[in-house]
């Protein structure tokens, strides 16, 4: 494919602290950007990482016609780098794109676009362990009017950010009974930039409590839990891995969970995924099955749940560094990640 390619004239990446990364801070050279003008996408176009010129009116800021994805980048032990399932992302934003109305964007632009971006910014994937380069595509609507319909033009975007671990320890969570995230029949399967909008006052509202993160609950009876803020769930229960099903339309299908529960099965441990009460785990906790928990995402990988509270009662589970199936279920997901052990399933994508 066609990509006009204009380079920095001095690259930044020497300037990184690659012990010192936190996520979302720093930005690799170069980003790609393609328009859609007049019903079709024009040729993409890698340019300098910089600031974008957009008219007040642009009516993504005013009607949040937004989308985006998240997407790792992975150094592998020959010093090249590897996507890890980039074509599921792809899949997901045009699922998103379809509910926002928005135009579907082809798997050449995504994919051969992140390919040769990632290929051109090689240098700013860390090499450290527990480190990535974190890869966000985003849609958005770019008509310069306030009049309420869907916008005619669209700029699709790569940028790329070099990350460390996004939670550092393992996690307090609050269960919400307060706040909904979603309902069927609404977004909360698209990674839709108000998703995240609408969750920034419940989250401020439990850090100042000290808890790191909700768990969502039903908008019906609060009883059946969804995902977390920035990850999906599982748990482990008399030895099973129990996460939520994705059939109400109100849960993300993330890509890590869909690798979690691959790995999960190839270990031989039951998941089922299906409705899960929050009594059912108060129960479970009582009776002493209540085992692990952990979330999964692609910004927050794999991270450990310590505990968890429900209507002021806190389920604390054993030291999460001793959970032994979240932590082989880490590991091997890791190994495959950084190239260190066979990729059966084929979900590397090799970039160079
Ligand atoms: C991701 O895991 O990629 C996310 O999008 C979560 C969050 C950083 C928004």
Redesign the pocket.
Known sequence: MDIKISKVANSRAHELRKDELVFGKEYADHMLVCDYKDGQWGTPEIVPYGPLSLSPSTSALHYGQAI?E?VKAYRQPDGTAAVFRPEKNWERLNKSAARLDMPEIPKEIFLEGMRQLIALDNSWVPNEDGTSLYIRPFMMATDEFLGVRSSHDYKFMIINSPAGP?YSKPVRIYVQEKYVRAVPGGIGYT?AAGN?GASMLPTSEIKKMGYDQILWTDAFEHKFVQEIG?MNVFFIVDGKALTPDLNSGTILAGVTRDSVIALLKENGIPVEERPISILELVQAYKEGKFQEAFGT????SMSLIQDLTYEGETLTLPPAETFPIANKIKKQLDDIRYGRTEDKNGWLFKVN
């Open positions: 985006f998240g996004y990674k995240y920035t995402g692609t910004a927050a």
